[in-house]
């Protein structure tokens, strides 16, 4: 079980101007989209994105290769992406004033993550590594 921080709200892309009936489609797991997410969207390191998800090194590598293989082979070779699937679990999060937020703030800088402190915005915490203030993972 491996463990998401973000649900897309979008979950399929294609090529413009061709009708979906005409074209290949590629299956993009919830944890391939995630690793993705982590690594290539918010800059995470591989150890930092491993643990956030939870699983190994090795393990976070052969899946991010995987997807980025998908994500390429669908745009060289003009097919469509589709999001779903796997076997994973959605991260806890508390609703604050309304918002559903995650209990846990990343490191920019390292890709590091901590658990939030009740009543400390992640900007006011450090990060234990190197020392940047940390941000709200997203």
Known sequence: MRRIGFEPGITYFKPAGVPVAELEEIVLTMDEFESVRLKDSIGMNQESAAD???VSQPTFHRIISSARKKIADAVVNGKA????GGNVKFVPTEKVKGFYRNKYCVCPK????ESKQMGIPCFNMQCPKCKTNMVRHV
């Open 52 to 54: 956030t998800i939870g």
């Open 81 to 84: 992406i589709k999001i779903e």
């Open 110 to 113: 390292c890709g590091h993550n």
